[in-house]
């Protein structure tokens, strides 16, 4: 009877696959250049991360696994890959074109308001990073890197918040973003916002200005292929300190943006061409800020459910 019971069960499962439609090839590539646009959109927004859209998309494991042993499979991996990465380039520049046009004459609004879309991601981070318990040593990473972060941008004030862009620091500025893929919650945008390089690099993007896109990409290739392997076992080792290292760097860096490029582009010439006074300015960036932050916690939010430790 059992055996009976088996075959019936065998031939139930066989009938239900026969009858299960298939996925068309063009579909199921559409769906990857989609998901490509996707994360595109998530790598050049400020606050929201690549990676993390890479994980909540079920790409990341898998993409992780190419970059961390490229000659594996590594015809069929780029025939995967290659609509998610069409897909990543439209996004990036489709929502480049949107970035550009914000950092206009209200810039120091929408400053805060995407500042407030990485302050958002800290709750998300912080319960990554206490996935595997908290010790005193994590407490010490982050509280060293958030004062650090902090201090240097202070410091720096005068000499790297309006940095003159070349091939340099295009490379350099290219393997920064990238970074923002490799490592899920990392938002590199603060960085670039600090050195005066977002909007340029926005705008590069949109108008399609090779002399900026060429170093830029090679940097962003170079990091990927330099530091997955690495990202890999730096969180595969030690977790905790890893992700309390970026929140340190999110806290530090968000509080810097405030003294360092907010509040002083509040001069009379913008404040006049805002047609608003300062208190009025300084309360506006305030709510923005605040929108920024709860959009991006909503966003933290989905993440929770489709975390790579999980």
Do not use: C
């Amino acid at each position: 009877m059992s055996a009976e019971n088996n075959s019936n069960t065998n031939q139930i499962e066989l009938e239900e696959i026969k009858t299960q439609p298939k996925r068309h090839g063009l579909a199921d590539w559409m769906i990857r250049l989609l998901k490509g646009f996707i994360i595109g959109f998530g790598g050049i927004v400020p606050g929201l991360s690549g990676g993390v859209l890479s994980v909540i998309l079920g790409v990341y494991d898998r993409m992780m696994n190419f970059l961390g042993n490229l000659r594996n499979q590594f015809l069929k991996n780029v025939a995967y890959f290659f609509p998610i990465g069409i897909g990543g380039i439209l996004g990036i520049v489709f929502f480049a074109g949107i970035i550009e046009a914000a950092f206009g004459t209200y810039a120091a609004l929408f400053t805060a308001l995407f500042i407030g879309f990485v302050a958002g991601t800290f709750p998300s981070i912080y319960r990554t990073a206490g996935q595997k318990g908290r010790k005193g040593s994590d407490w010490a990473v982050f509280a060293i890197s958030a004062i650090v972060i902090f201090g240097l941008m202070l410091i720096g004030e005068q000499n790297f918040t309006q940095i003159q862009p070349n091939i340099i620091v295009w490379v350099l500025s290219g393997a920064i973003v990238a970074l923002g893929f490799i490592v899920p919650g990392l938002s590199p945008s603060n960085f670039l916002i600090y050195f005066g390089l977002y909007d340029k690099m926005a705008s590069g993007i949109k108008n399609f200005d090779f002399q900026m896109l060429i170093p830029f990409v090679a940097g962003a290739i170079a990091s990927v292929l330099l530091f997955a392997k690495l990202a890999n076992y730096l969180f595969q080792r030690y977790y905790s300190k890893m992700y309390h290292l970026i929140l340190g760097l999110v806290v530090g860096s968000t509080l810097g943006i405030f003294p360092t490029i907010i509040f002083p582009s509040f001069t009379a010439k913008n404040l006049t061409a805002m047609k608003m006074s300062f208190i009025v300015a300084f309360l506006i960036s305030i709510v923005m800020f605040l929108i920024g932050i709860v959009i991006s916690y909503l966003f933290g939010k989905l993440e929770e459910k489709y975390s790579p430790q999980d």
